[in-house]
Structures are given as C-alpha cells and as structure tokens.
C-alpha cells in the first residue's frame, strides 16, 4: 500500500499546476470573479447617497460616476478589439460600455484635478494649468479611443494610452510638488502620497501595455477599405452596437496585461481608491 500510494503522489503537484495552467489560459473563472468587484462597486455607489448637498459634489459626483459605470463593466466585461464580450447579452455592447467610460474617465481625471487645485494652497498657476490640461488629454483620449472602436484602426488605441501616460506623468510630478511645497495640507497629503504611489507603480505598467497594444496594432493591420469614410464609420457604429464575440480565452482578453488592468481598473484598486478620496475629503 505504501509504495503504491507513494507512487500515485506526484500526480498531485502535477494535477494543481496543470488546473491553476487552464485557469491562466482561459478566464471563464476570473470573468464570474469580476461579479464580485461589481458588488463592491455598488456597495461604494450606495454608501455614497449618504451625503447630502452640503458635501464636496466635486468629489461626490465623479466618484459615484466611477462606481456606477464600474459596476456595470464588472457585470457585463468587454474588450473593444475584436468586440469580444463575456456575456452574449444586449447589455454587453461596445457602444454602450464604451459610452460610460467616456464620463467615467473623464470624471476620474477631473477628480485627480480637482485634488490637485484643492491643495495647491500656494495658488501656483502653472500646477492649476496643469490640472486643467489633464482634463483636457483625457478628452483627447476618449476621442482616439472613439475613433479606433469606429474605424478599426487599432493604431490608436496606443494614442489614447499614450495619453494616459502623460496624463500621470503630469499627476505624479505636480502631486510631488504638492506635497513637497505646501506646509498645512491638514492630514490630506495622504492622497498626495498615493498619487505618488500609483504613478510609481503604474507608470512602469503603461509602459509595458502600450508596448503590447502596439505590437497588437502591428499584427493586426486591416486592408485599406474601399468605401467612403462616413460609410465606414456607420459600419463601424453599427458593429460597436450589435457584434458580440463571445471568447473566454486569454489571448482575447489582452492576457496578463489585460487582466491586471481590468482587474485593478473596474474591480479592486481604482474603486477602492475613489472610495478613500471620499472618506478623506469628505469626512462624516
């Protein structure tokens, strides 16, 4: 008995490692994981009507616009290219996941902003014109971003993420400033701190994602069409509205890169950063 069971034992390790192999290969498991980043995010959305009209709506609004539009990502997850979807579902449209996120990221860099006019105590002008040209890239970004779902042109979805690359740039080196500056930030530098945090960590990541995207781009070339450009453009409206690819494959999903970013993004880092902004800006 024994030396049978003995034998069978490596059959163990094998057996883990090939599960946790299929789990990273395919994501089915990890897209249902996502339900519970959306229960998150409607818990933050809902403890946010707790505030009434005398608190801070430059704060309260653009966090609960994130923590809705998140919820609805985390619910029903797509991907532009390719317009793959989780769910073969009418609320798994590109034209409509894509149409939230434009006011959700707007709204998350007008926070950003925001906080950095509110503690640049010393009225610098050039941190204030900084703050405002932030709003103004993520703009920007959501028109690349509009443009490569339209037109297929997947070249500028690395324009719209370029974009978002100096917009932290821009958010770390004034929030360093900040801090370093401003003498009485009266217990807030913490949300300096971690502006600082997250440029560190995500700059480095952006990197490597707009590295990945354009070497996507580069492999998927499409033929030049031979239609005019508005009709393109129709088509391509009404592609982002009714194709749904239903894939559950990594590949499809933008691999390790994708899953960190839909990961931190919809479901756990960003929402729980919105939520701190709040307690600490707003505090009951």
């Known amino acids: 008995m024994d030396s049978e069971r003995n034998a069978a034992a490596p059959a163990w390790p094998a057996s883990i490692s090939e599960n946790r192999g299929a789990i990273l290969r395919d994501?089915?498991?990890?897209?249902?994981?996502?339900?519970?980043?959306?229960?998150?995010?409607?818990?933050?959305?809902?403890?946010?009507?707790?505030?009434?009209?005398?608190?801070?709506?430059?704060?309260?609004?653009?966090?609960?616009?994130?923590?809705?539009?998140?919820?609805?990502?985390?619910?029903?997850?797509?991907?532009?290219?390719?317009?793959?979807?989780?769910?073969?579902?009418?609320?798994?449209?590109?034209f409509a996941t894509r149409l939230l996120a434009t006011f959700a990221e707007i709204?998350?860099?007008?926070?950003?902003?925001?906080?950095?006019?509110?503690?640049?105590?010393?009225?610098?002008?050039?941190?204030?014109?900084?703050?405002?040209?932030?709003?103004?890239?993520?703009?920007?970004?959501?028109?690349?971003?509009?443009?490569?779902?339209?037109?297929?042109?997947?070249?500028?979805?690395?324009?719209?993420?370029?974009g978002w690359f100096f917009i932290f740039i821009a958010n770390t080196i004034v929030s360093a400033y900040v801090y370093l500056t401003v003498a009485a930030l009266g217990g807030r530098e913490v949300l300096l701190i971690l502006n600082l945090l997250f440029g560190v960590s995500y700059l480095p990541f952006e990197f490597t994602h707009l590295v990945t995207l354009r070497a996507e781009a580069r492999s998927h070339r499409a033929t030049p069409a031979a239609s005019s450009p508005s009709i393109r453009l129709v088509a391509g409206l009404k592609r982002s509205i009714l194709e749904k690819n239903r894939r559950t494959d990594a590949d499809s999903w933008g691999g390790r890169v994708g899953l960190i970013w839909m990961t931190g993004y919809w479901a756990t880092l960003i929402p729980m950063w919105f939520y701190y902004i709040v307690k600490v800006l707003c505090p009951h």
């Open 27 to 94: 994501y089915t498991l990890i897209l249902w994981l996502f339900k519970l980043g959306g229960l998150l995010n409607l818990y933050f959305l809902i403890n946010t009507f707790r505030y009434s009209f005398g608190d801070d709506l430059y704060v309260i609004v653009p966090a609960q616009i994130l923590f809705g539009v998140s919820t609805y990502r985390c619910f029903f997850p797509c991907r532009y290219e390719d317009n793959v979807v989780f769910h073969d579902s009418i609320f798994s449209s590109i």
């Open 107 to 162: 709204a998350w860099i007008y926070l950003f902003s925001y906080i950095l006019r509110l503690l640049n105590a010393n009225h610098v002008q050039w941190v204030n014109l900084i703050s405002w040209l932030m709003v103004v890239q993520v703009v920007v970004s959501q028109c690349f971003v509009w443009a490569a779902i339209l037109t297929g042109q997947l070249e500028l979805y690395v324009y719209e993420e370029l």
